[in-house]
């Protein structure tokens, strides 16, 4: 089986493919320490594997456990929201990278019950998070009907202030930065940041880090990547992997530089800032340079075969963008991707004649974009509104021409429950990007916030 989104981490996508079947104050702390203890080894999905990240945790509870001894100040909360969603998708017919739906077999309809929660305890030296996923889901196409239980935590850590300005931490942590919303190229893990999908719940990466902050305006983080967290396919490039990272703020900018270190790849280097030009405009940028572990070449002669590098050349990545923001909150976002991992025109013409005979290749091994450029505008209300919230994102490739809307629609029913609708809309044909696999998604559901 395909997996489609090879290169984002993310679950609680509603277009996902059929997959094979495989008090007071003391008593409070007691009860987070209980949760904690019995939720992190239960939902991180702990192997055999990453040593260290089932150690250094225990090391810093032990820490933490002294440290209640003399501090009282607990602090603990919590919150979360139970999601009920169904969806429905139109595939193509005639599509060339899944004919009949053979090969990826995605799901054309699926319900879903979904619970998220956050836990937090904290005194002055000690801070506990967790975030555990359960989700119910059956999905539905032409095959049959196959449903899929998980319960696993998309991100928990434990961060201990070791000394004046320098903080430890272990646990499952989203490593994601940077303001753009359709790509964040600063990000070798998050390539695909979840921004541009309400619905997308992101799963973090199982890291040892250590922080060091001097002041309001500078940090740096090093950190050990154990490996990719719950869900990465295999085998899992970014397994002991190095990571650093710089960021400096002004009063009215902010930037960081990040470097990572994978062992069979070569280094990747991120660059990201963003400027308050003024109390209506922000402008940002990203810059991402990597090698993929690996690249379908797909040259523009169409009588020479596909062929696959093994690691890729080294690319570059920048997007570029803006956002104004009107008197009444509203919001009017413009951004420009250029991906230098994507295919030319005449490259991607090439590819999608090749996929004709070769569709399982094409498809599983297509990079993360198939063009290089893209023009990205998205226009969404006031997200401070009590009433609810709207979105509305379009999305144009300027390699082959095709263009996707989205649009997500929220209106609170009470102070705890609203309904939502999320839709997708690809126009195009079978041998244009975002038209290639379907025509249309539409998601509607309800959420309760449960505090």
């Known amino acids: 089986m395909i997996t489609l989104n090879r290169h984002s981490r993310e679950s609680g996508n509603p277009a996902n493919q059929i997959i094979p079947a495989k008090q007071d104050n003391k008593n409070i702390l007691s009860d987070s320490r209980n949760i904690f203890s019995c939720w992190i080894p239960a939902f991180a999905g702990m192997t055999c594997s990453g040593f260290a990240i089932k150690i250094v945790p225990f090391a810093l509870l032990a820490i933490a456990t002294t440290a209640s001894a003399t501090e009282s100040d607990w602090r603990t909360s919590w919150d979360g929201t139970l999601y009920g969603y169904a969806n429905s998708t139109s595939l193509r017919n005639d599509s060339i990278l899944n004919p009949s739906n053979q090969i990826a077999r995605l799901a054309q309809g699926s319900d879903v019950a979904e619970l998220r929660l956050n836990f937090k305890a904290e005194n002055d030296t000690v801070r506990f998070t967790a975030r555990p996923i359960a989700s119910v889901r ?130 990747f280097y991120g660059v990201y800032a963003q400027k308050t030009v003024s109390d209506a405009v922000m402008v940002y940028g990203e810059f991402g340079s990597s090698a993929q572990s690996s690249a379908l070449q797909s040259p523009e002669d169409i009588a020479q075969p596909f062929t696959v590098q093994t690691p890729s050349s080294r690319h570059n990545t920048v997007l570029i963008g803006s956002t104004y923001t009107f008197e009444n909150g509203n919001a009017l976002i413009a951004e420009y991707l250029h991906d230098g991992n994507g295919y030319s025109a005449d490259e991607e013409c090439a590819y999608f004649q090749r996929a004709t005979t070769q569709p399982a290749m094409a498809l599983g091994l297509a990079p993360r974009l198939l063009g290089r450029d893209y023009l990205n505008i998205v226009w969404q209300s006031n997200q401070l509104e009590s009433s609810g919230f709207w979105r509305m994102m379009l999305t144009h490739s300027l390699t082959d021409g095709g263009k996707a809307l989205t649009g997500y629609y929220e209106k609170n029913l009470t102070t705890r429950i609203s309904a939502f609708a999320l839709g997708v809309w690809n126009s195009g044909n079978a041998r244009q990007e975002f038209s290639s696999l379907m025509s249309r998604n539409a998601t509607v559901g309800l959420k309760v916030a449960l505090l």
Do not use: C
């Open 138 to 267: 059956q999905m539905r196409n032409g095959f049959g009907t196959q449903q899929r239980d998980e319960s696993y935590l998309s991100q928990w850590q434990v961060r201990v202030r070791a000394a004046e300005s320098w903080n430890v931490a272990a646990g499952r942590e989203v490593l994601n930065w940077g303001a753009g919303q359709f790509r964040s190229p600063s990000s070798p893990f998050y390539f695909d940041s979840g921004r541009s999908d309400p619905m997308r719940e992101l799963v973090g990466m199982d890291t040892l880090k250590v922080s060091w902050t001097p002041n309001l305006k500078s940090s740096v983080n090093v950190a050990r990547i154990v490996r990719s967290g719950y869900g990465v396919t295999q085998p899992d490039e970014w397994r002991n992997s190095w990571l650093a990272k710089f960021d400096q703020r002004g009063d009215q900018w902010s930037a960081g530089l990040v470097t990572v270190k994978a062992p069979h790849l070569p280094t």
